[in-house]
Every structure is written in C-alpha cells, then in structure tokens.
C-alpha cells in the first residue's frame, strides 16, 4: 500500500514563495516516477511537473523558471520549491506516484493535495 502526504501549502503573497512537500511509504521509491499536479476550481487537473526515477525533470510551460521538482531517495520524500508565486498559481497541489508498492504491485496513487493561495 503506496501512501502519499503533501504538506507545505498555504496563503502567499504574489511574488512570495513556497515549499511544498510529498512523503511516500510502502513504496519501491527510488524507482518511481513522480509528479506535481494542481487543481483550480472548475478546471481539468494539469501536470506542474515531473521528476523520473533517474531524476531527469519536466516542468510546465506556466511554471518553468519559477518551480523545481527535486526528491530524496534516502528518504523517499519529494519537493516542490514554488518561486515567484502568480495569482494563477492558485489551487489544490498533488503528490503522484507511478510504480512499485513494496508488496510488489505496480500503482498510481494520488495524494490527498495541500492548497496553495496567492493573493494580496
């Protein structure tokens, strides 16, 4: 059983910053491939960013320069360093993992998402 806990989400002023924070367990984590998504109210869920299990990354357009997506494999945890906050920026932020439970089954599993305000 994969389980994912983001943390970190909060009120920001625009152009402040954040930290956000996703801890895995029960996973094979070194070898999953890993991702920020975020949601606004009424809108689609989109992809911030990825980071794969050799550590190569992706980010979104909307995010590029501003975001990184780093992880510890020593402690199965993931970040999200969010820069230069935009009021766009606002919504609901979650963890995602695709790959090995420690019981030996392959699964995706979301976190339960941590909200990110930026306003003044």
């Known amino acids: 059983q994969v389980q994912l806990v983001e943390s970190g989400g909060g009120l920001v002023q625009p152009g402040g910053s954040l930290r956000l924070s996703c801890a895995a367990s029960?996973?094979?984590?070194?070898?999953?491939?890993m991702a920020w998504y975020r949601q606004a109210p009424g809108k689609q869920r989109e992809l911030v960013a990825t980071?794969?299990?050799?550590?190569?990354?992706y980010y979104a357009d909307s995010v590029k320069g501003r975001f990184t997506i780093s992880r510890d494999n020593t402690k199965n945890t993931m970040s999200l360093q969010m820069n230069s906050l935009k009021l766009e920026d606002t919504a609901t932020y979650y963890c995602?993992?695709?790959?090995?439970?420690?019981?030996?089954?392959?699964?995706?599993?979301w976190g339960q998402g941590t909200l990110v305000t930026v306003s003044s």
């Open positions: 995602h993992h695709v790959g090995w439970s420690g019981s030996g089954r392959y699964v995706d599993v």
């Open positions: 029960g996973s094979r984590f070194s070898g999953a491939a």
């Open positions: 980071i794969t299990s050799g550590g190569t990354t």
